[in-house]
């Protein structure tokens, strides 16, 4: 059965990782919390369920009552930002034996839910703590491109060159 050498090579380089790691250096995180909201993907702004993003009431065809005809609402979960002031950390994280050692820097949380622990890490701690996490590609986080639709949705359409109509 043939192998990818570079798979190989990178299984190599996390062993080390494992196998080197002292308690002075600094953790190798791979995995971190995701701040962006996960409601309205990042936008800040999700469609308005009442005209579904045409601005305008079914039936009537006047201008929609949440969205004012904007075709999109503000996003409650996130104030509109599109970014969380707290996030759960990943469920490796959950597992990982030294969580509280290599999250500590960002005042982790521990909140105990019926079925499992929660680790929940604030934003601002987050970013004042200058924690690196080295995203494996498999594992960065990916948003949703319709959210990003819906977005443009909420934008006046620019009309491009050639698009606009022919002056005569």
Known sequence: ?????????????RALRVLLYS????????????FVCGKC?????????TCKGTGVT?????PCG???????????????SGTLTEAELPWNCRYCAVARHCWEKANLRIELDE?????IVERAAFEASGIQVHWVPSEAPVHDPMMAQAAA?????????????ALV
């Open 41 to 49: 993907h990042g936008a800040g702004r999700l469609i308005c369920k």
């Open 58 to 62: 079914a039936k009537l065809k006047k």
């Open 23 to 34: 308690p002075d250096q600094e953790p190798y995180r791979e995995v971190g919390p995701d």
């Open 115 to 119: 079925r499992r622990p929660r680790y």
């Open 66 to 80: 949440p969205c004012a005809g904007e075709k999109s609402v503000a996003c409650e979960t996130c104030g509109s």
């Open 1 to 13: 059965m043939p192998h990818d050498a570079a798979i190989l090579a990178e299984i190599r380089e």
């Open 153 to 165: 949705l909420a934008e006046p359409a620019q009309a491009t060159e050639a698009e606009q109509p």
